[in-house]
């Protein structure tokens, strides 16, 4: 019992020393850890709401960032569309001006004519009529020179063998008695007459007319003993002979001299003093 007595005043008078210190010597006790506490709280308490306020601000941001992105992904997607249509069409072009050069190799020429049609080549080959008519031309107009030889009025009764019932005679129309009228003073001016063709005459046939122009370059020579006049030269006689009535006759003559003497004269009544 008195152990437990002592005990228990040892630890009231433990409690009461440091009361009695602290009034008897003016001591105060340094300030608690739990007092700072409080003291420190209102320096921490401001900054508080920062880290709260700062995800509602900037909420904005990023959906403006966002937008923005998503904006610029469009337009480089509109960008990358619009190049490669581009370049779509650019290799399209590309490709049809290869096609069309591959035509344009293979392709015959437009002057071809297709297998159907082919007839129609025939035109560009010469007529198979040609060579004769040709012949039958030039022999015509030999005999016709020999003709403008004969004295007196020999030319003018050859005429009807040679002619039809018209003719163009140097540039004018006009019946086969007339033509012969012509010839008559033409021989009565010039009653010596000697006409000698100089080399091979040039005969060219058309199908469409069914006649033959010959061309034949001849000396000649013309006089009149009553009158003293004498003509002589080189002359070109152009004659067009016409198939179209199953006989051959003269349609159209006409002449020119090439050189000549003192005084003209041509064939058939033109020239001559």
């Known amino acids: 019992m008195r152990p437990l ?32 506490a409080p003291a420190a709280k209102p320096a921490v308490k401001p900054a508080e709401p920062a880290p709260a306020a700062q995800p509602e601000a900037a909420a904005p941001a990023r959906r403006e960032t966002r937008s923005a992105t998503v904006d610029a992904s469009r337009a480089a997607r509109g960008t990358r569309r619009a ?66 030889s004969s004295p007196g009025d020999g030319m003018a009764a050859a005429a009807p063998r040679f002619y039809g019932s018209t003719v163009r005679f140097h540039g004018r129309t006009m019946s086969l008695a007339a033509l012969m009228a012509e010839k008559r003073r033409f021989s009565r001016r010039w009653p010596e007459r000697r006409y000698e063709p100089q080399g091979e005459p040039k005969v060219s046939c058309n199908a469409a007319t069914q006649s033959c122009l010959v061309r034949t370059v001849h000396a000649f020579s013309a006089g009149s003993p009553g009158r003293g006049a004498r003509s002589q030269g080189v002359a070109e006689l152009m004659l067009t002979v016409s198939f179209a009535s199953g006989r051959p006759i003269i349609v159209e003559e006409s002449s020119r001299v090439l050189r000549r003497g003192a005084l003209s004269a041509s064939i058939g009544g033109r020239g001559g003093a």
């Open 83 to 148: 190049g490669e249509e581009r370049q779509a069409r650019r290799q399209a072009a590309r490709e049809a001006e290869m096609r069309s050069q591959r035509s344009a190799r293979v392709a015959p020429p437009v002057f071809s004519v297709p297998p159907r049609e082919a007839p129609s080549m025939a035109r560009s080959e010469p007529d198979p009529r040609f060579s004769e008519w040709a012949g039958t031309a030039q022999r015509l107009s030999e005999a016709y020179l020999d003709s403008v």
């Open 5 to 36: 007595l002592a005990t228990t005043a040892l630890a009231l008078l433990a409690l009461s020393l440091p009361a009695v210190a602290q009034q008897g010597a003016g001591w105060v006790d340094p300030p608690a850890k739990a007092a700072d």
